[in-house]
């Protein structure tokens, strides 16, 4: 249903009413939400514009800032001035919910102001400037009716050329990852604005001179985009031949700075990585058993190798055999949505919302070049906006590389990816958080949180018997857990010790037992990313943990559809958060 800037501006003040309803008990919680609800909210999203459209907030949404020097100084202001009213509240006297909030606040806002003056990213990352994304939800989400959009899409484009023209200033001495993954997303960028969008415009209720216009617009987008791209392959070329490219390794200080900041895990990175180190040899272990219990089915006539990794590896080999074509790869992640949401239902491990359904959909190829499924889900402001699972086609790839990303997705794999993503994973965690009556906690989001709870909600449905227990499935689970394990051995060691190329192969292919097509793909990506990779083992960890505590505590008492939903219920909180917040007794069967 389209809804208006005036519809999601009363929703906007119904959420303000909310909060202040559930949370402002002291004098100290209404000051909290004075200072920082609507009218800080609205100067936010005046310099995020790009993140206020992503979270369903429009008001805003015909700016395009260039990012200059300029708009670097407002913000570095506006987060100074921030951070000391938020810095000037005695959070002693808040009471749990607003402190909390006033915690993921700061965080974030001081996060924004270290990026800014001193991991200095927006000079190194070209791959962080391209439009497309923002435009292509302005066109394709029904916030408001078409001629409206295309209005606020033809006063957003005339903004485009200065865009880049700031980035191109802005850029200095970036790594050659970066920079090339730039060139192939802003090339992907071009199909946003595309024969589709004029056909679109052509066919629209705009008047004859709003066409005229919009086309002038989109031409001069166009040629923006594309000088860009001309920029960076010659600053491509240019490094290639002279060197001067910037090491894409963050290095210690800056590496363990930015993990504190977004990972929030009550631990440092490095016991992180020494904890995953661990982990690696206890999944080796059950798999080495599980390997022996499986050999004779699958290899009656042949004895198993004395090297445990080499048994594993060969056993895995041959269940990888089973597979779907590449043709049917797509067709079949679609097909397992409704199957997962009827055994989540039947089995009580959630509520779901059937009003929201997922749509899967092939990855736009402005969003390509990071992973080969991701979810992209509508923020708070405008939660009836559809939600999107992309899976990306393997167009690319040579058959050998299809066969490899096949076998590593192979029959059990691709389900506990669909899990992963849709249900009860993404999906279902960042619906439950656009609900949550704290806008901080839906909206300022933890990701090791986020990450953490769809590696937990596949734990989950094994433990409730998706795959029938059998040893298969266990055996590619525990080889699921290991990649989410050598993700963060991964990211560590490549940015924090300097792991070279084939060190990070030889982790991934001999000891995580990855394809080469998805080891080559993991270091693609530990090239263009630091500190993400470990959002699933710190998130996971914490939330498996939390939740063998209160089942300790509670015995058969403990409701696991109430923990699910409890949990579920703060947004998507720092899991030590949530355990100031929740109590045993709201996990308790009566």
Not at 395 to 422: C, K, V
Request: aromatic letters at 12%.
């Amino acid at each position: 249903m389209a809804r208006s800037a005036a519809a999601i501006l009363l929703s906007v003040a119904a959420m303000a009413r909310a909060d202040a309803g559930t949370a402002a008990d002291t004098a100290v919680d209404r000051q909290f939400h004075r200072q920082f609800g609507d009218d800080f909210l609205s100067a936010y999203w005046k310099l995020h514009p790009d993140f206020a459209i992503a979270v369903g907030y429009y008001d805003d949404a015909a700016e395009l800032p260039a990012p200059d020097a300029a708009y670097r100084k407002r913000l570095q202001q506006f987060l100074d001035t921030s951070i000391g009213k938020l810095d000037a509240m005695p959070a002693a006297q808040m009471s749990d919910g607003v402190r909390t909030d006033r915690e993921m606040l700061l965080n974030q806002l001081r996060y924004e102001r270290w990026s800014l003056d001193t991991l200095r990213d927006w000079q190194w990352e070209p791959s962080d400037y391209n439009v497309a994304d923002a435009f292509s939800l302005l066109l394709n989400t029904p916030y408001a009716d078409e001629a409206t959009r295309l209005r606020t899409v033809s006063r957003r484009l005339a903004q485009v050329p200065a865009y880049y023209a700031a980035a191109e200033k802005a850029i200095s001495h970036p790594t050659r990852v970066h920079t090339q993954m730039a060139i192939a997303q802003n090339e992907g960028a071009l199909d946003v604005f595309g024969d589709a969008l004029e056909k679109q415009v052509a066919g629209s209720q705009l008047s004859a001179d709003e066409r005229v216009t919009f086309l002038h617009h989109l031409k001069a987008a166009r040629a923006a985009i594309e000088a860009y791209v001309d920029f960076l392959k010659t600053l491509d070329a240019k490094q290639a031949k002279d060197g001067g490219a910037r090491d894409f390794r963050l290095g210690q200080p800056y590496y363990d700075q930015a993990f504190a900041y977004e990972v929030q895990a009550g631990m440092s990175a490095k016991q992180l990585y020494e904890r995953a180190v661990a982990e690696k040899q206890r999944l080796h272990a059950r798999m080495s058993v599980l390997a022996d219990q499986l050999w004779p089915k699958y290899f009656p006539d042949t004895p198993p190798p004395a090297e445990p990794l080499v048994k594993i590896r060969t056993l895995i080999e041959k269940l990888s055999d089973n597979h779907v074509q590449p043709s049917e790869f797509y067709p079949q992640i679609k097909a397992l949505i409704p199957k997962l949401e009827a055994w989540v239902t039947d089995h009580d491990l959630l509520t779901l919302d059937p009003s929201r359904p997922l749509d899967v959909r092939i990855t736009p190829p402005y969003q390509r070049g990071y992973a080969m499924a991701s979810l992209a889900a509508p923020g708070p402001y405008d939660p009836t906006a559809k939600t999107y699972f992309n899976v990306t086609p393997m167009d690319g790839y040579t058959p050998a590389q299809a066969d490899s990303f096949l076998r590593e997705y192979n029959h059990w794999l691709m389900q506990i990816l669909a899990i992963h993503e849709a249900v009860p994973g993404h999906y279902v965690q960042l619906l439950y958080a656009n609900k949550s009556p704290s806008r901080i906690k839906a909206i300022f989001g933890n990701s090791a949180m986020i990450e953490g709870w769809a590696v937990y909600s596949e734990r989950m449905m094994l433990e409730s018997g998706w795959g029938d227990h059998a040893p298969e499935m266990e055996l590619m689970y525990s080889k699921w857990v290991l990649r989410v394990v050598c993700n963060t051995i991964l990211d560590y060691g490549v940015h924090v010790l300097g792991m070279s190329q084939d060190q990070a192969m030889k982790l991934l292919t001999d000891e995580a037992f990855q394809s080469r097509t998805e080891a080559e793909g993991k270091w693609h990506r530990v090239q263009v990313s630091s500190v993400q990779l470990t959002f699933y083992y710190a998130g996971f960890s914490a939330i498996y943990g939390y939740r063998q505590q209160l089942k300790d505590e509670l015995g058969d008492r403990f409701d696991l559809k109430k923990f699910n939903e409890k949990f579920l219920s703060y947004g998507s909180a720092p899991v030590a958060v949530i355990e100031q917040l929740m109590k045993p007794a709201d996990v308790a069967r009566p």
